[in-house]
């Protein structure tokens, strides 16, 4: 710390070069975390995915039903544990502008289908009084905050493909619960009856979008799910039965590899960025060529020179890269700026700490070639040069 002084003194020589360069590594960092929870967006379910949860898909298309008698043909094969299904609903809730088909909305049958998802957290009252009605609804905290329901209000959703046999496209729900989760739980569904549904829709009785299984053993799973699929082969309805991950990562696949996108532009950040600062930290080594050579003369070794100049580096990209990554997770705890159409938003601890290896590593290799110049600097050239 008794080189500080000197340290403070060199960053604030040119005080508006240093706050410049400050400014584009809070900026950089900032895109960086924001980046890496876009990521984890688009590739919702793929790394949350429960290993013992199986998929049981029409073999033609997700959007092609199957019939509701495979629930218990399912439940019967070896290895399976548990079997719930659910179908998709795509309502609109008020103005269609307002993103609620973005909401996972689908009739299911609320006991299995809580039991299949037990990161789902609802309070045992909210969970009964959900069964209990056959009207009512189980909304996540992120879409009940978005709409400002509460338990007990009663929610009109105007169905887009399912009609009522009255030929009323209103359906209308009571809110009995509202589940809750960790940061990697999609908190955006509404879950309503299926029975209900069932019933109460036009046509379509007795079919289901798809069956979420689970299994005893996830080694087994590509088994599993062969018996699963051989129970229909050549029925009218053919399936295809595939892990979770395996299904979310196809549906990640579709809007291409966002991954690699991201990891494009952030090269591309960083890239420049190292460009920047190093440039900021060589000009500055430069224009005191002549203070050098004095360091040297009072008995500054070589070692010490260098050590001087990466600090220096190091101090500028930790407050600038420290301060990107606190004002960029700050942020995405705000929530998600799409409001609603990213359901899983946040900074995983491990791309944080990435972003922490980062920074280090920006001051080093910034630094590295204008300390490098530093130590092999002859007193006697830089008294010339000065």
Do not use: C
């Not at 045992?124 to 905050?145: C, I, N, P, Q, S």
Request: net charge positive.
């Amino acid at each position: 710390m008794k080189f500080w002084p000197l340290l403070w003194s060199n960053l604030k020589r040119r005080k508006a070069r240093t706050i410049f360069t400050l400014l584009s590594i809070v900026v950089a960092f900032i895109l960086f975390a924001y980046l890496a929870a876009v990521r984890i967006a688009f590739s919702a379910g793929v790394e949350v995915a429960g290993a013992d949860r199986l998929f049981t898909t029409h073999k033609t298309s997700i959007i092609q039903p199957l019939p509701k008698s495979y629930q218990d043909q399912i439940a019967r094969t070896p290895g399976v544990v548990s079997v719930t299904h659910a179908s998709w609903f795509g309502g609109i809730y008020q103005n269609p502008n307002t993103g609620f088909q973005g909401v996972f909305q689908a009739p299911v049958e609320p006991e299995s289908y809580l039991a299949m998802y037990p990161e789902f957290k609802v309070t045992v009252a909210e969970k009964k009084a959900w069964a209990d009605d056959r009207e009512g609804v189980l909304v996540g905290e992120t879409t009940a905050r978005r709409y400002g329901w509460k338990v007990g209000d009663r929610v009109p959703v105007q169905g887009t493909i399912w009609r009522k046999k009255d030929g009323s496209k209103v359906w209308e729900f009571n809110v009995r619960g509202i589940y809750t989760g960790d940061k990697t739980v999609d908190k955006t569904q509404f879950l309503f009856h299926y029975d209900y549904f069932d019933e109460a829709r036009q046509y379509g009785q007795g079919i289901v979008g798809w069956y979420i299984v689970r299994i005893a053993d996830p080694k087994q799973a590509a088994d599993i799910g062969k018996k699963i699929d051989a129970n229909f082969a050549n029925s009218p309805a053919e399936t295809k039965t595939v892990t979770e991950k395996a299904l979310a990562q196809g549906f990640a696949d579709q809007i291409g590899n966002i991954g690699a996108i991201i990891q494009w532009i952030l090269a591309a950040v960083f890239f420049t960025l190292l460009l920047v600062t190093g440039n900021t930290i060589a000009q500055s080594v430069r224009e005191r060529t002549a203070e050098l050579a004095v360091l040297k003369t009072v008995g500054f070794s070589n070692g010490a020179v260098l050590a001087l100049v990466l600090v220096e580096a190091l101090v500028l990209t930790i407050v600038g890269g420290g301060l990107g990554l606190a004002i960029g997770a700050a942020a995405i705890a705000a929530g998600d700026p799409t409001h609603g159409f990213l359901p899983i938003f946040y900074l995983p601890s491990r791309d944080a700490i990435v972003g922490i290896l980062f920074v280090v590593l920006l001051g080093l290799v910034a630094g590295i070639l204008p300390a490098v110049q530093a130590m092999r600097l002859r007193i006697v050239d830089a008294l010339r040069r000065a």
